[in-house]
């Protein structure tokens, strides 16, 4: 089984709760499996951390694009002098009414909350 993500760039903005979706965003990808904190959030967090590229494969999408089977929705955002932060919202996979914002941080916060135990 996939677990499907969107992943979405946001500009953060005076008064834009970083658990709550924004009105806009400015690019947007896809990625059809590993979509998990764990996988594909730890992945988002290293390279922004690292300033490597990643080494997933995302589709690049329109921003207008939707999907009815997302198990997450990934938000980094971002702006001049101000950190990057990272929104993950669980979702009930064909409705926006169930989303729910299980992280919100920076990225070393994400690390440190989700990345799996590799020392045994």
């Known amino acids: 089984m996939s677990t499907r993500a969107q992943i979405r760039f946001a500009t953060r903005e005076t008064g834009q709760s970083f658990n709550e ?3 806009a965003i ?3 990808f896809y990625k059809h499996h590993d ?3 764990e996988g594909l959030g730890v992945d988002i967090a290293e390279s922004i951390i690292n300033r490597e590229a990643l080494r ?3 589709e690049i999408e329109h ?3 939707m999907h ?3 198990d997450y929705i990934y938000y980094i955002w971002s702006d001049y002098d101000k ?3 990272i929104s993950i919202f669980k979702t009930n996979n064909f409705s926006d009414k169930d989303e729910e914002c299980v992280f919100v941080g920076t990225p070393n916060k994400l690390i440190e909350t989700h990345k799996l135990n590799t020392n045994g």
Do not use: I, K, M
């Open 83 to 85: 950190e990057t932060f």
């Open 35 to 37: 979509g998990y904190p």
């Open 26 to 28: 400015h690019a947007q």
């Open 68 to 70: 009815g089977d997302l």
């Open 56 to 58: 997933s494969s995302w």
């Open 63 to 65: 921003v207008q694009d």
């Open 21 to 23: 979706h924004p009105d």
